[in-house]
């Protein structure tokens, strides 16, 4: 297992019907969707930016980015601001989703490594599936959520 499981807290949040969740250490703050500001050229999943304390956050829209549609804005529908590591620099990013739950503690015990997919399916960015009752949650490797493409992109914004 991967380091990172180490550490036990998860914030958990929801796509569609799906339950995913993050490590709690790589979430800076869960806002209610503010103004998002679009930048002409980005891709579909890039939804535009927000301004955080006068820092400029690219938002992805984690539905898009899965596959799905684009997500809409509802009562629940919240921004978790992370942090992306790539090549040692710290990349804010807020991950658009349909809501945002609880931080939840799962022991080594209730996660099981990622569920191979065959060679035609890129799942690196799940670090495994946690178990909690019957429900499982997907637990997403932040920092490989994007490809290199995208970071260049999303660093062409500032």
Do not use: C, W
Request: charged residues 30%.
């Amino acid at each position: 297992m991967s380091e990172e499981l180490n550490e036990n807290q998860f914030v958990t949040f929801k796509i569609e019907e799906e339950k995913y969740a993050i490590n709690v250490f790589k979430t800076r703050e869960i806002l209610e969707v503010p103004d998002i500001t679009k930048v002409p050229g980005m891709p579909e999943m890039i939804r535009g930016v927000i301004n955080i304390r006068g820092e400029v956050v690219p938002v992805l829209d984690l539905k898009q980015k899965f596959g799905g549609v684009k997500t809409e804005f509802k009562q629940d529908t919240a921004i978790i601001v992370t942090e992306l590591e790539k090549d040692g620099e710290s990349i804010p990013v807020g991950l658009l989703v349909d809501a945002a739950h609880e931080v939840v503690t799962l022991e080594s015990d209730q996660i099981e490594p990622p569920p191979k997919m065959g060679v035609f399916i890129d799942n690196n960015f799940i670090l495994g599936m946690g178990k909690i009752d019957e429900t499982f949650i997907i637990i997403l490797n932040i920092d490989k959520i994007l490809s290199d493409e995208e970071i260049e992109i999303i660093n062409k914004i500032d």
